[in-house]
């Protein structure tokens, strides 16, 4: 009797490929770029506001309250997204299934978790206004980005971020949380448009009905633009009312105010890169201006 081959055929003895590395994909999942650039502004805030650079176990401090919360954010705005992304922007970790959701939901719950207990042991003001701060990321995450107020969170992020650097460091003065709102407005609605230009006709597929897609384009970008030319040309006029020299703030504005003039000549695809920094460098030197 002839017995039947015992081994596999030669296709099943391959090897499978190596599964790619989903440690890439994670950090990805975090949106580093923003966080990163967010966190800095954070840290250079806490800096002005005591006109002096704090010290190293401050500034730490100051990271992991700020750094875990906008990784949190971002995972948990993958996390939500996932549905829309696998039609519009199907390369995206949780989208493609490189980063499985129970990832995400650990991201999310261990950077709110970092960031709300290293902000209990600064001043007491800073808790509730981190608090503040993961609210409107967790409100942006659930659907109001997809609706007309999709730019409130961002302006409560802006505003509370120098006031929250200002309360841990404890220099929380009256002058900032009434001069700081105004300036964040104007610079919130400029970066979430701009950063929202990429993908309008994404989320326009998906269904979102944010600012961005209302407005067009064409508009957005326009409104982008006009608003961080007005945050640096108001900063700039404000400056003698808030007993800040004029020269240190113009310099502050310039970048912003450059950027804004060279986006309007040449228009790029993504003005997020640009303008943000540029926004983040005027806000710093806004507050270090401060008497």
Request: aromatic fraction near 4%; hydrophobic fraction near 55%; charged fraction near 10%.
């Amino acid at each position: 009797m002839i017995r039947e081959p015992t081994d596999p055929p030669a296709e099943r003895r391959r090897p499978r490929p190596a599964q790619p590395l989903r440690a890439p994909a994670t950090f990805t999942l975090l949106h580093p770029g923003p966080s990163l650039l967010v966190t800095a502004c954070f840290v250079a805030a806490a800096a002005a506001a005591r006109h002096r650079l704090p010290d190293l176990l401050t500034d730490l401090r100051l990271v992991a309250v700020m750094l875990p919360l906008q990784f949190a954010i971002g995972a948990f705005n993958d996390l939500r997204d996932q549905e829309g992304d696998r039609v519009a922007k199907p390369g995206k970790p949780l989208a493609s299934g490189a980063v499985s959701p129970g990832v995400a939901v650990a991201a999310t719950l261990a950077g709110f978790g970092i960031a709300l207990g290293t902000a209990a042991t600064f001043h007491l003001p800073t808790l509730p206004l981190t608090g503040a701060c993961a609210a409107a990321g967790i409100v942006y995450d659930l659907g109001l980005k997809r609706g007309a107020l999709s730019w409130l969170p961002f302006w409560v992020g802006f505003a509370c971020l120098p006031l929250t650097a200002g309360a841990a460091v404890g220099q929380l003065s009256a002058r900032v949380a009434v001069a700081a709102p105004p300036l964040a407005l104007a610079l919130a609605l400029s970066i979430q448009l701009a950063n929202a230009l990429p993908d309008i006709e994404a989320d326009r597929r998906s269904g979102s009905a944010g600012l961005a897609v209302r407005l067009g384009a064409v508009w957005a970008r326009r409104l982008s633009l006009g608003l961080a030319a007005l945050a640096g040309v108001a900063a700039i006029a404000a400056a003698p009312a808030l007993s800040q020299p004029i020269a240190a703030v113009a310099l502050g504005a310039a970048p912003l105010l450059g950027v804004a003039l060279l986006l309007v000549l040449h228009p790029l695809p993504r003005p997020f890169p640009l303008l943000a920094p540029a926004a983040g460098m005027l806000a710093a030197v806004w507050l270090l201006a401060l008497p």
